[in-house]
């Protein structure tokens, strides 16, 4: 049985995340992984036939910004629907928003993925260290860059 690894990501356009992921996926040898992506930003068409070619499945998802309820509805509906052995958030401080409902579903690995680690010349808000302390603790595996 195959596993299923789902990378969240705010967009998918031209940027670092996206090569990344892209050279990660292809250079995969192993068939015992199905990938998906899933962006809360519509996905540019030439992005997505690069990573459809590899054999990704893109997952789009209407932004929090316009309606946290009916978010964490589809949310809730891709994580029944796809049953995930696998979450890679890449959302910063604020992956707890995928990560709570991917621990509620009993998802194994919960990974955070941040680019703050050693940033001395910023300064973090309150906000963002209450949300930095809510995605700790729904994580399991910590990555950084």
Same mark, same amino acid.
């Given at each position: #049985?195959?596993?299923? &690894?789902?990378?969240? %990501?705010?967009?998918?356009?031209? !940027?670092? %995340?996206?090569? %990344?992921?892209?050279?990660?996926?292809?250079?995969?040898?192993?068939?015992?992984?199905?990938?998906?992506?899933?962006?809360?930003?519509?996905?540019?068409?030439?992005?997505?036939? *690069?990573?459809?070619?590899? !054999? %990704? *499945? $893109? $997952?789009?998802?209407?932004?929090?910004?316009? !309606?946290?309820? +009916?978010?964490?509805?589809?949310?809730?509906?891709?994580?029944?629907?796809?049953?995930?052995?696998?979450?890679?958030?890449?959302?910063? &401080?604020? +992956?707890?928003?995928? $990560? /709570?409902?991917?621990?509620?579903?009993?998802?194994?690995?919960?990974?955070?993925?941040?680019?703050? $680690?050693?940033?001395?010349?910023?300064?973090? +808000?309150?906000?963002?260290?209450?949300? #930095?302390? /809510?995605?700790?603790?729904? +994580?399991? &595996?910590?990555?950084?860059?």
């Amino acid at each position: #049985m195959k596993v299923n &690894v789902l990378y969240v %990501v705010y967009e998918l356009g031209f !940027g670092g %995340v996206e090569q %990344v992921l892209y050279n990660y996926i292809s250079n995969f040898k192993n068939n015992d992984f199905n990938f998906f992506i899933l962006a809360e930003e519509p996905i540019n068409y030439i992005v997505k036939e *690069k990573f459809e070619k590899i !054999g %990704v *499945k $893109l $997952l789009y998802i209407k932004p929090k910004r316009k !309606g946290i309820i +009916s978010y964490y509805k589809n949310f809730n509906n891709i994580l029944d629907t796809y049953k995930f052995d696998i979450i890679h958030a890449n959302l910063d &401080v604020k +992956s707890f928003y995928v $990560l /709570i409902p991917a621990l509620l579903k009993k998802i194994k690995v919960r990974i955070t993925h941040t680019h703050r $680690l050693f940033n001395e010349f910023y300064k973090e +808000s309150f906000f963002e260290k209450i949300c #930095m302390k /809510i995605t700790k603790k729904v +994580s399991n &595996v910590f990555f950084a860059c």
